[in-house]
DNA sequence: TTACTTATTGAACATCTGTTCATTAAAATC
DNA sequence: GATTTTAATGAACAGATGTTCAATAAGTAA
């Protein structure tokens, strides 16, 4: 099972683009593993070689995802001048904008019937994100018996309640809207709300 | 349908106690709805006839630990000698005396091939909670731009988030090392970690 | 080009899913 | 207690899952 042997490179295209065809037509949920396979012209069998359930292989895309999440953390910030973020990492704000890029993405990650999994991916990349600038940034700031990785799950499952409300109103909301509130409630909870 | 008929009350029982003893031998994942029937000796028909998927037949359980949790949350505070919670709203803490108590449960809710669905209960359970008390305490000190619907969702998945770092420590640190957490959490950021 | 290695195939298997339908039997209603 | 209503049953169905295996073909390496 060497990743570099062609015919692996070719299996796995084959099934990720009968993956996306297919997720153009339904959700995941109701994409079975055969359809996937008949599909990509690929023999069941073979699919079982590479993964174990369907979402093994929609995991893959996920890792792409989550490559842009992390650019995008990483990217300077721009274009500031609407918003009062000055008590705020501009960074942590950018995640808005990527979830709003990917929004068809995310509309699976946060329906009800999908596996928790993709849940905890994206979870693990803010978590490791906001880790990362807390043990660096903060850390002589803090009282001193919270531990840090507590407080950044505490923090980074927080914004992923907003991204839930933002979700359940399918997105209808503005990524200025988001930042906005994100920027507020840091704001008010800071001043003693 | 009519819910009262004792011929379902029957058959829910029986599926009930199924599901819980195979729930004793295995995750609920690997439970199949042919063998809860099997072991509950009703038709796999009559399953259908009632629920849709196994994990139906899980939620009825939910609803009543949610009750519970409800009781935790309206239940007075008693014995907060050693702790240090003047600033936060008691009730508040008494969800992790909830989730210890029910931690058997709760390691399935949070295992990651369970769909987000049980999640999405526990997130709406306590999101109800905390938006009523923000909107009868605060809503008079809060910046008011700020979305009562997501500054609830965003404290509410926050202490989910402290219920995800303690699920994968496999609950292992005590009821009140979480309690000590989160309030030198909610006290470090009002003084403006 | 040849020889070696290994991914893919097709077929088969037991089991599960989701659904339908006539039949049976248990509960509700009179 | 007799009658009506309806939940539960068993059987059957097409399709899906997850696994195994020998045969084949595609890739790698000499």
């Known amino acids: ?3 570099t042997d062609l015919r692996i490179i070719k299996t796995k295209q084959a099934l990720h683009d009968a993956l ?32 174990e359930q ?8 996920f890792q792409e995802i989550m490559e842009d999440l992390y650019q995008s953390y990483e990217e300077p910030y721009r ?7 000055n008590q705020l990492d501009p960074n942590t704000i950018r995640i808005f904008h990527h979830i709003e ?4 993405f995310y509309r699976i990650v946060f329906s009800k019937n999908v596996p928790l999994t993709y849940y905890y991916m994206l979870f693990d990349g803010i978590y490791s994100l906001l880790k990362r600038d807390i043990t660096t940034q903060h850390i002589h700031q803090m009282e001193d018996h919270i531990s840090i990785d507590y407080y950044s799950a505490y923090q980074a499952n927080a914004i992923i ?7 359940r109103g ?4 503005s990524v200025t809207m988001l930042n906005q509130q ?12």
């Open 161 to 167: 309640g907003l991204i839930i409300q933002w979700y």
């Open 1 to 3: 099972m060497r990743t």
């Open 54 to 61: 369907k979402e093994g292989l929609f995991e893959e895309y």
């Open 182 to 193: 994100l920027a507020a409630i840091l704001k008010n909870v800071r001043s003693g709300g």
């Open 79 to 85: 274009a500031v001048t609407t918003l009062d973020t």
């Open 20 to 51: 996306l065809t297919l997720l153009s037509q339904k959700p995941l949920e109701q994409i079975s593993i055969a359809e996937i396979c008949r599909e990509a012209k690929v023999n069941r069998g073979t699919f079982y070689l590479h993964y």
């Open 170 to 173: 399918d997105f209808s909301d």
């Open 101 to 104: 890029r990917f929004k068809m």
